[in-house]
């Protein structure tokens, strides 16, 4: 059996026991049925991951002792800040899950002119809790120690407008431009992608004038979710630590 890895929002530190979260405790001992002495990884965000041992389990309670604390550097070169337009059903969690495992180091979800998700704040903010905790199992399941940032929900306009030195890609399928035409800044990549039905004329006009670069996947209409994943998986192999 695979060691299981979980997330502990907290510092860490060799031969410290730690009270592991509600969450941890129903995937290790709920789902898993793990027993006192089983191995557990830990990790916190910090980039190292810390070998720990299920020292006391109950059915609402569990604790681990951490035996080491390791340096396991696992993240891409490439810094790719993913602003993704928000769709519905599972089709964003979907987004989240493999954009993790694809590297991804920053996420916004962006309501666009097309977005047929229309929230209050109330339950966005409910919606950023279990984004958040997509990203976090993704991160268990594939072996990252570092949380790529999520950021808060934001209007289109507002996500071109922010400052930044990455270089600036929009997936346009009037483009004739692909990706390895142009090389990213060492700052990274900023990749906008469109919602269910994608960005409209006047969107994408206003992502150029910000200094977006239209570049082309293919011959073929994708969806939202196909669209983003081929994108960071083409950007990860070309510039990044695919292939």
């Given amino acids: 059996m695979r060691i299981p890895r979980v997330f502990h929002p907290e510092p860490l530190a060799v031969e410290q026991t730690v ?3 509600p ?3 129903n995937h290790l001992v709920n789902v898993l049925r793990l027993k006192a002495d089983h191995p557990i990884v830990l990790f916190n965000g910090d980039g190292s991951e810390y070998p720990a041992t299920l020292t006391e389990v109950a059915k609402r309670k569990a604790t681990a002792r951490i035996d080491s604390r ?8 490439l810094s790719i800040h993913l602003g993704q337009g928000i769709s519905k059903g599972d089709r964003m969690d979907f987004v989240l899950q493999k954009s ?3 590297g991804v180091t920053e996420i916004t979800p962006l309501i666009t002119e097309r977005c047929t998700v229309k929230l209050n704040a109330e339950r966005w ?20 120690n570092t949380l790529p940032k999520l950021h808060p929900v934001v209007d289109l306009s507002d996500w071109l407008g922010q400052s ?11 483009a004739s431009r692909p990706f390895n035409a142009l090389k990213p800044d060492k ?27 239209s570049v082309l996947l293919g011959p073929r209409v994708l969806r939202t979710e196909t669209a983003a994943l081929t994108s960071l998986a083409i950007l990860q192999n070309l510039y990044g630590d695919l292939g």
Avoid: H
């Fill in 19 to 21: 009270v592991l979260s």
């Fill in 23 to 25: 969450d941890a405790v």
């Fill in 70 to 77: 390791i340096g396991m550097d696992v993240e891409s070169p």
């Fill in 100 to 102: 993790v495992e694809l």
């Fill in 125 to 144: 903010q409910k919606k950023q809790d279990q984004w958040q905790k997509i990203i976090i199992g993704a991160c268990e399941q594939c072996g990252r």
């Fill in 164 to 174: 930044t030195n990455q270089t600036r890609l929009l997936l346009n399928p009037e």
């Fill in 187 to 213: 700052a990274g990549v900023r990749l906008l992608i469109g919602p269910e039905g994608g960005l409209n004329d006047q969107e994408i006009y206003r992502a150029q004038e910000y200094g977006f670069n």
